[in-house]
């Protein structure tokens, strides 16, 4: 019973709770371990209740009924998943609270796109952070956003680390299928990274250091309707070198023009290699009133890496300095007004800017090459919201998009300039009929958003459905279905594009060579929970249409041909999770076939996917003991389709390739450790001491293989995935 927990809680944590007695009347809650946070602790009695826990100051805690459980519908959790932090809601996604992130292998801090990778359907083709695989989906097909912002970069250290603080985030939100008809955009999967709405109550800080980089953040309450946060976080690589740096620049520099200028006949060499990274954000949040809010928000990220290239020519030493940077800049506003109790308005404006530059010097060629992707989003929404009744609540808007990509590239000798920009303007409406029992068993989202590409001259008409119904305390099913369409996708020209380490760049849809993307989606799940266990399993099928070769990153006789195709990927997605009092434990289970369709390639037929993975397992376990985590899993999957050379190996100049996608790499085979040490530095500072290690037992997986031709010599490239990797944290939260 809650009411019997409570006087020991005040005790523990110094509090003092303020309810009615009625409130609290046959509340049953699960015990929770004595090592838990305060917040953690609340925000679980959230989740098993219909009540809410409000932090008045830092010791008084008032316990309230949810008034307005529809309005607030899409923030009720039904359950943890695999561990503290995550959880998932009656819509189908999954929330990450960050401040609430426990541990899981391999991770002491909540990393958000690395902790997402732990759920079924979500994977990492070549275990970067920025190349998120949504069921067998590109990166680029997923719509990420940062305050309902939308970004064009998601990593640091070009892939292996988030972008985005996650101690700034309220929480994240991952959307793989029934998305609502607010968001357009993301054929595959939706991120949201949603920041705080409204001033907190008191100062929260924090600092934290690990091998990689240096962090801080602080929300300031300027008064009670104001508070401006401020975060910033800095990579030490370029002070000191760690080796858990050595590391990460071995994998994400392998196979690209830093580590081959060191093959070089001409003996050249890379020094002074120079690479940082950096992000900055703040927002700032006025509650004008009771009913009206105003927030800015405003995020950069930049990575930099520049180096010297040395070499001999006619007996002299000569040296030339390449470099590449990428940067993300946003800065959105958003107004909110409560006009009633029952509607509310709110618009928002935003602007998002991607930038990635490359210089390149070839010593032996005298050759400068110069290339430049760039891309300009600026957009306005206006959305209404009017809860019709207890059961009904109807979602309107309009949303303006303008987005502008140029593409430079410039050499030097001999002289060539191309500079390309193209401009797309996209209209969209959009309405969405929430429909809630009174029982809260049956729950109906249906809605549509209606797209008018500007420049294609094309119009999509794009229905959704999320449907759930709750049949017992606990078994429930839930049927989802989708049709999205998105005019942007990165492609790849060379493989040596950018000096062969960011590849891509945005492209936008022309009508032809590059369409619109299409996709339909539908899946139906069950959820079983009881006594601490939780099972789920879903199954789905997708299909997109309007895909290209040079979006798919082909390594094979594909890699010089622009068709255009689709794929369709079909599956199951399956998660046990079982709880005790100090363990947990959980399964993730991914099912898959995933094929390519290109009426001009393989005589017709269908292939194997480049991100075909057919089976995917994950198995983890946490424990905790006193002020102590411990957690370590082990993830299994196939290996990625492969295409192997036949014989004779090489036929009219070109090298003689089988069946395209006819193999596979070995399997893919990884265990994870993590643990953590929480101290009470004072009643108002803790502190967290965190030691991960990443590949325990140093397995050596190949994530890529292909194969280069030079003159009449065959070289195979191999892509190894992260050796043994241990890393260590201090952090330290106000």
């Not at 993307?517 to 099928?541: D, M, R």
């Not at 689709?566 to 094929?595: P, R």
């Not at 993975?613 to 946490?622: A, D, F, S, V």
């Amino acid at each position: 019973m809650l009411s019997k927990l409570l006087p020991k809680i005040q005790k523990q944590y110094d509090v003092v709770f303020s309810y009615v007695d009625k409130v609290l009347v046959n509340v049953l809650v699960t015990p929770q371990a004595k090592t838990i946070s305060l917040e953690a602790l609340l925000d679980g009695f959230e989740l098993e209740t219909n009540l809410r826990f409000t932090l008045i100051n830092g010791r008084y805690i008032a316990i309230t009924v949810f008034i307005d459980q529809i309005q607030e519908l899409d923030e009720i959790y039904l359950t943890e998943y695999i561990a503290s932090g995550i959880s998932t809601n009656r819509t189908g996604q999954i929330t990450v609270k960050p401040k609430n992130f426990g541990i899981l292998p391999g991770v002491t801090e909540p990393d958000v796109l690395l902790t997402i990778q732990a759920l079924p359907g979500i994977s990492s083709i070549n275990e970067t952070v920025s190349n998120i695989n949504i069921r067998g989906g590109t990166n680029d097909q997923n719509i990420l956003l940062w305050d309902d912002i939308k970004m064009y970069q998601s990593g640091h250290f070009f892939g292996l680390i988030s972008a985005f603080n996650p101690y700034f985030l309220n929480k994240v939100t991952v959307t793989k299928n029934g998305t609502s008809a607010k968001f357009g955009d993301g054929v595959s999967g939706m991120i949201q990274m949603q920041l705080d709405e409204h001033p907190n109550d008191t100062l929260i800080a924090g600092a934290g250091l690990n091998l990689i980089h240096a962090d801080g953040f602080a929300k300031i309450q300027l008064n009670k309707k104001m508070e401006v946060q401020v975060s910033a976080r800095r990579s030490i690589t370029d002070l000191v070198e760690t080796p858990t740096y050595a590391i990460y620049f071995d994998r994400i520099f392998q196979d690209t023009d830093i580590t081959n200028n060191n093959q070089d006949t001409n003996n050249t060499t890379t020094t002074n290699r120079d690479f940082y990274f950096y992000d900055m954000s703040t927002k700032f949040i006025y509650d004008i009133s009771k009913t009206d809010n105003l927030q800015f928000s405003f995020l950069n990220i930049y990575n930099d890496l520049s180096y010297t290239e040395e070499a001999t020519l006619n007996n002299q030493r000569q040296a030339v300095n390449s470099g590449i940077t990428q940067r993300n800049l946003a800065a959105g506003l958003t107004y909110n007004r409560e006009w009633t109790p029952s509607f509310s308005t709110q618009v928002q404006l935003y602007a998002s800017t991607y930038n990635l530059e490359a210089t390149n010097f070839n010593i032996t060629d005298n050759q400068r090459l110069f290339q430049e992707n760039d891309l300009a989003d600026s957009s306005i929404k206006l959305h209404t919201k009017y809860r019709i009744n207890e059961n009904f609540t109807i979602q309107n808007g309009y949303q303006f998009a303008e987005i502008g990509i140029t593409n430079i590239q410039d050499v030097s000798n001999p002289q060539f300039r191309s500079d390309r920009k193209d401009v797309m303007r996209n209209h969209a409406v959009y309405s969405e009929l929430n429909f809630v029992s009174d029982s809260y068993r049956t729950l109906v989202n249906i809605g549509f958003r209606a797209n008018q590409y500007g420049k294609i001259d094309q119009f999509r008409f794009e229905p959704r459905l999320n449907f759930r119904q709750q049949f017992s305390n606990h078994f429930s099913v839930l049927v989802l279905g989708e049709y999205k369409s998105q005019s942007i996708s990165q492609v790849i020209d060379l493989q040596n594009d950018f000096l062969g380490i960011e590849k891509r760049r945005w492209t936008l849809a022309n009508g032809t060579s590059v369409p619109l993307i299409e996709s339909k989606q539908a899946s139906i799940g069950v959820q079983y929970t009881k006594n601490n266990l939780l099972i789920s399993a879903e199954a789905y099928i997708k299909k997109v249409d309007g895909i290209t070769t040079r979006s798919q990153g082909f390594q094979n006789q594909f890699q010089f041909v622009n068709a255009v195709g689709s794929y369709t990927a079909q599956g199951i997605d399956v998660l046990f999770n079982k709880k005790w009092h100090d363990f947990n434990t959980w399964m993730s289970y991914s099912f898959s076939k995933n094929d390519y369709d290109f009426m001009s390639l393989n005589n017709g037929e269908s292939f194997p996917n480049n991100l075909d993975i057919t089976h995917n397992l994950t198995l983890g376990g946490t424990y905790t003991w006193k002020a102590y985590e411990f957690s370590l899993g082990t993830y299994y999957r196939t290996g990625r389709p492969t295409t192997t050379i036949g014989q004779p190996q090489i036929v009219n100049g070109d090298i003689n390739y089988n069946a395209p996608n006819a193999e596979n790499l070995s399997d893919y085979f990884r265990t994870d450790f993590s643990a953590t040490y929480r101290l009470m530095l004072s009643k108002k500072i803790k502190s967290k001491i965190g030691i991960s290690v990443w590949n325990v037992f140093d397995q050596k997986n190949i994530l890529n293989e292909y194969y280069n031709l030079d003159n009449t010599v065959i070289s195979e490239i191999q892509n190894q995935s992260l050796g043994i990797t241990p890393n260590l944290s201090f952090r330290v939260d106000f």
